[in-house]
C-alpha cells in the first residue's frame, strides 16, 4: 500500500469512527518504526546533516548546546525532523504523519481534557482565563470552525485528525501531536 492509500484509508476509518481499524493501522506502523529506530546509528547521521544557521543564530544564548538542522518545509516539517532524527532522511515521514493522525483519533477524548491546559491558565501569563477560548487557539481553521459549531472538544480534535491525514498540509495542534510522537518513542 502506497502513502496516500495509507492516508485514505485512516482518513476514512477516522470519519467513520472505526476505532479498531485505527489501532490496528497505527500498532502496525509503530512496530515497524521501533524496529527501524532500534537499527539506527542516529548521531553520525545528524551530525551529517546541513545547519540551519538562521535558525542557529535565534538560539538564545543560554542554550548553546542545541544545534539547528534544516529540513524540508513542505508542510511536513514537524514529521520531516522525526523521521530525519530516526533514520537521517524523509522516509518515514509519512508514517509518522499517519501515526499522528491515529493516534488523535483514538485518544481524542483524553487530549480534549489534558491537564495541561489547566496548567497554561494556572501560570497566569496568558490573556485568557476561559479554557475553552485556549483550546480554540491550538486548532487549525477547520477544527476552529468544528468547534465554533459544536463546542465539543473531542469532535474538534477528531476534525485535527483528519486534518493531519492531508499529506504536505501544515496543521496545529503541534503540542498534541508531539506528545503524539512521544508515545511510540
Known sequence: ?????????????????????????????????????????????????????????????????????????????????VSIFITGDTSLSWKIRIIVAAELFIRASDYADHPIFDDVLACKKIFTDHSDTLFSLILSDDGGANFDRTRNREDAIICESVKTCEDNSFCSFCYFKIKCLITFW
Open 1 to 81: 500500500m502506497d502513502n496516500m492509500e495509507n492516508f485514505e484509508l485512516l482518513r476514512r476509518s477516522v470519519l467513520d469512527r472505526d476505532k479498531s481499524q485505527c489501532q490496528v493501522i497505527h500498532a502496525q506502523l509503530i512496530n515497524g518504526i521501533r524496529d527501524i529506530i532500534r537499527d539506527c546509528p542516529k548521531i553520525e547521521m545528524l551530525q551529517r546533516l546541513k545547519e540551519d544557521m538562521l535558525a542557529n543564530a535565534l538560539i538564545p544564548d543560554d542554550n548553546l548546546c542545541y544545534e539547528a538542522k534544516k529540513v524540508p518545509g513542505d508542510g511536513n516539517c514537524l514529521y520531516n525532523c
